[in-house]
């Protein structure tokens, strides 16, 4: 006698497979939907870098070229400034992908066609919050480590380069007049860099003016600033008072140019150039030598931590406005206008928060606060965009 299955039995047989179906369908739906995030972002993140790193490089150029630096030193200044742009750009370059990618699906209807499927906005929203994290996570990356370091590195050289002077002074041929009451001609200039025929008036001294001339000079660098070394020269002191002029010969005299130009101060590390590891391993004693309390050690972890923080929130910012309201053959204009004044809303509250914690490190906690609100706005759109039948309720006429 043959048994026949029990219908329950075999329901539950065949809803198992089906569910796991489901399961891989829904998995791909969020690689397709991640893949055409990162493959945006990477293309608006690329636009958006270019566009504003040769802004800064082309103030660079004409701040270092002007002062006689080489190409390769307005190359290192503008690869050191790399990592802070990159670090401003790519919050705005996500945002850009979100709101594109959301705008082509729903106009070529594949939102629509996700949505039939029964995929909710909550859940379309897990491939874009895992998007963010992303970004998230390279924001981190940079805000943490490598925007510190660059800053660091940059002071360095802007310091190495403010004292080196040859490339203000040896440019034969015309007057120079690096400070106040000094001026400085040269007639040549060799290419290992020796000066020829120097002249040399320094009238600082109250009461009294002297001259330095030599057929030879150079400029060597030292620990205490740049010293000029003049070969076969004289020296010309002239008294103001009693009009009495004083010669003195020498075959090598070594002049301080320490205080003829603008030297940098002792270089004292800022706390934005100091990594969050560095930052953590320091005593009170270490944050006292910098200038700062332990109050502000965490706001500046903190506000670290915000800058990425901001890139899921632009992204969960983008999709969630553009999920409000249903199809329209004229667009989604309106909601992409709402994601942008939602990203300005956010972005103002967080530049007015640490505005506000700057001047009170103890209340640090303020600045998390934008942030909150923005994840807050996303979860409301996101609710309203799940009830779509109240929403038209609301605006239907009796």
Request: positive net charge; glycine residues 6%.
């Amino acid at each position: 006698m043959q048994d026949f299955p029990n219908p329950r039995q075999q329901a539950t047989e065949y809803k198992t497979p089906m569910r796991g179906k489901g399961e891989v369908a829904l998995t791909r739906l969020d690689r397709y939907l991640l893949s055409q995030f990162m493959a945006l972002f990477g293309f608006f993140a690329l636009v958006l870098v270019s566009v504003y790193w040769v802004n800064r490089a082309v103030r660079l150029f004409d701040r270092l070229i002007s002062d006689g630096q080489t190409a390769w030193v307005v190359l290192e200044f503008t690869a050191l400034t790399l990592p802070y742009v990159i670090r401003v750009v790519l919050p705005i370059a996500a945002f850009a992908a979100t709101v594109y990618v959301i705008n082509r699906a729903s106009s070529e209807s594949e939102m629509v066609v996700m949505q039939a499927t029964g995929a909710s906005p909550w859940r379309l929203a897990r491939p874009v919050l895992a998007f963010g994290v992303i970004v998230a996570l390279l924001l981190s990356v940079l805000s943490h480590i490598l925007v510190p370091v660059s800053r660091d590195r940059l002071e360095l050289r802007q310091a190495q380069v403010a004292q080196d002077v040859s490339a203000k002074l040896l440019q034969p041929g015309s007057f120079q007049h690096p400070a106040d009451g000094i001026t400085i001609f040269i007639r040549g200039l060799s290419e290992r860099g020796e000066m020829s025929d120097l002249y040399l008036s320094d009238s600082r001294s109250p009461g009294q003016r002297t001259t330095y001339t030599a057929k030879k000079a150079v400029i060597l660098p030292s620990d205490s600033g740049p010293k000029l070394v003049m070969l076969d020269g004289m020296a010309q002191i002239l008294t103001y008072a009693d009009k009495r002029l004083s010669v003195t010969r020498f075959a090598d005299f070594t002049y301080d140019m320490g205080e003829t130009v603008s030297q940098a101060a002792a270089r004292n590390r800022s706390v934005d150039q100091i990594t969050t590891p560095e930052l953590l391993a320091m005593s009170d004693d270490d944050l006292t030598a910098i200038g700062i309390t332990g109050q502000r050690r965490v706001l500046e972890i903190g506000l670290r931590i915000t800058q990425a923080l901001l890139a899921p929130v632009a992204a969960m910012i983008g999709f969630a406005a553009l999920m409000i309201g249903t199809f329209s053959r004229f667009g989604i204009w309106k909601q992409i206008v709402l994601s942008i004044l939602g990203l300005i809303l956010v972005q103002a509250l967080s530049t007015t928060a640490e505005t506000y914690a700057l001047n009170r490190p103890q209340d640090w906690l303020v600045i998390f606060a934008p942030f909150l609100a923005g994840f807050t706005l996303c979860a409301v759109e996101l609710h309203l965009a799940s009830r779509p039948r109240c929403v038209r309720q609301k605006g239907a006429t009796p």
